[in-house]
């Protein structure tokens, strides 16, 4: 179908994807290290490695949401040409993103009247959203067409479930979702906690285990709990600890009937990764309920 799918970086989607498909588009979202903003993307190891060893040396990381004036530029630019736009976007209870392109698409409404632009709030986050975006695109390959493409991603986002472990709890206590205690006697005991982003979009600590490789077991049993089977793709995203999510991907296999080709590995962008710091792993799949 003759549409563009729009996302933002925060959809941490492996690079490949946009070689892949035609007509996806993403918006990078701005993180600024030490007093230098950028938005240049991590589609390497080498980048990667590099972003996640200035965190981990103390270096302060703030991110910014995509602006109404981005999304206005880019929705203007397809309503000028005459082409739809479906973006999905970065959890509205977790950025501003959202709301952003809302306020721009009613801008851009208001000089193009006919204009075809559907915001989708994927409730999602990293490559949760990722994969939503990926569902978008399959979805459009089969015939989908802009709207009923919008309605399903609705009706289904709440069956995108997200399990995340950190392995720093410090890099939580900054962002206000750990207390300093809490960090400093998890961190002495090697407490390990597993997170799960809920029904409004929020990232919510759900379990506390103890060691990191209980904790890469939780997130992997937790496909076995919620899973709609193992015959799905499968989105497992890190920061800086390939081996590690490597490590999820192998009892996937193993304990759990997953195909190997079928589970995707991506990077843990600036967005994401400032807050949950080096270390983090994510697994993502379509389930019955977020849990």
Not at 63 to 81: C, D, I, L, M, R
Not at 140 to 152: D, K, V, Y
Request: negative net charge.
């Amino acid at each position: 179908m003759n549409y563009t799918i729009l996302t933002d970086s925060c959809s941490d989607m492996n690079p490949e994807f946009f070689k892949r498909f035609e007509r996806l588009e993403m918006l990078p979202m701005s993180y600024t290290l030490s007093g230098v903003t950028s938005t240049k993307a991590m589609n390497d190891a080498e980048t990667v490695h590099a972003f996640y060893d200035r965190l981990r040396a103390g270096e302060p990381c703030t991110t910014a949401q995509v602006s109404p004036g981005e999304f206005y530029a880019a929705f203007k630019a397809h309503a000028e040409a005459g082409e739809p736009v479906l973006a999905v976007l970065f959890s509205s209870a977790l950025s501003g993103t959202y709301n952003a392109a809302c306020m721009a698409c009613d801008m851009v409404h208001e000089e193009y009247p006919d204009a075809v632009i559907e915001v989708i709030d994927s409730l999602c986050a990293s490559a949760g959203e990722g994969l939503l975006v990926y569902d978008a695109l399959q979805n459009r390959a089969a015939g989908m067409s802009l709207e009923e493409n919008a309605q399903w991603l609705r009706e289904h986002a709440l069956n995108l479930v997200h399990w995340f472990t950190v392995d720093d709890l410090h890099f939580l206590k900054r962002g206000g979702r750990c207390s300093p205690s809490a960090a400093f006697f998890g961190s002495m005991l090697n407490i390990k906690p597993v997170l799960h982003v809920d029904d409004q979009g929020r990232l919510i600590a759900r379990q506390k285990v103890r060691g990191r490789q209980q904790a890469l077991r939780a997130l992997a049993n937790k496909f076995g709990e919620l899973s709609d089977g193992p015959d799905q793709i499968i989105f497992i995203s890190h920061g800086d600890c390939e081996k590690d999510a490597l490590e999820v991907k192998k009892w996937l296999v193993e304990n759990h009937g997953c195909k190997p080709e079928n589970i995707i590995l991506s990077f843990i962008g600036p967005t994401v990764g400032s807050h949950s710091g080096p270390g983090t792993v994510a697994l993502f799949f379509h389930g019955k309920n977020r849990g």
